[in-house]
């Protein structure tokens, strides 16, 4: 069965702390993203991934970098964390022009 | 830029009635369009994928339309019952080029 897993699915961090996100999925899925969800203004891609080291960035990339060094990891960082990136991430992996499917989400609270 | 509506944040229905979410699309013309059932906190589901060239999808109580005229998809859940009580949210890529998600419609079934 398909499984996109994430860390955490909560995180209380502080102000300018360093965050890191990680997403592992285990389908061999060469495309993988990360979106964060607020009420709203539903779904928002920060940054995806076509393949290893390879990364491009979405509509809200600001105050986030992405790593992915290996093909199951997918790795959002919060460089400098601030309150209103308090939000529910959520990471997907696909192949191809295919479905995506979603991990559980972490939802952070930054105070 | 690209855009996705969902007219309705929140329906209610009577459990046994047909239920039927709207999803708009504006400024391009994806290839296809996704449906996914997303539950409070947890991450979205994929249910159906409609393409540019079919009229109509359709998966046990749930059926999907595309009208590339109208720029619009409805999704229907006929004899809905309680536990389809859920968000549900359109989707599109392009072949990959964009990703975009609807803000979500609410869907509560009354018993």
């Known amino acids: 069965d398909v499984k996109v897993t994430q860390s955490s699915r909560y995180l209380v961090k502080r102000t300018g702390e360093k965050v890191f996100l990680e997403c592992v999925q285990d389908?061999?899925?060469?495309?993988m993203f990360w979106y964060r969800q607020d009420p709203g203004l539903g779904l928002r891609l920060i940054y995806f991934s076509y393949d290893v080291k390879m990364k491009e960035k979405g509509d809200i990339p600001e105050g986030y970098s992405v790593s992915r060094e290996k093909k199951e990891r997918f790795s959002l960082i919060l460089e400098s964390a601030s309150t209103n990136q308090t939000s529910m991430y959520l990471c997907?992996?696909?192949?191809?022009?295919?479905?995506?499917?979603f991990g559980p989400g972490t939802r952070l609270t930054v105070l | 830029s690209q855009k996705i509506e969902q007219n309705s944040e929140a329906l209610n229905i009577q459990e046994g009635k047909t239920a039927t979410l709207t999803c708009n699309y504006t400024?391009?013309?994806?290839?296809?369009l996704q449906w996914y059932r997303q539950d409070p906190g947890r991450g979205p589901v994929f249910l159906l994928l409609i393409r540019e060239n079919e009229k109509e999808k359709r998966k046990e109580r749930l059926k999907v339309t595309f009208d590339t005229t109208l720029k619009q998809s409805l999704f229907h859940i006929t004899a809905s019952q309680p536990a389809d009580s859920a968000t549900y949210l359109c989707?599109?890529?392009?072949?990959?080029?964009?990703?975009?998600f609807g803000p979500g419609t609410r869907l509560s079934v009354l018993p």
């Open positions: 389908m061999d899925h060469e495309n």
């Open positions: 989707a599109s890529d392009n072949y990959g080029q964009n990703f975009v």
């Open positions: 400024n391009y013309s994806p290839a296809y």
């Open positions: 997907a992996s696909r192949v191809s022009t295919d479905t995506q499917y």
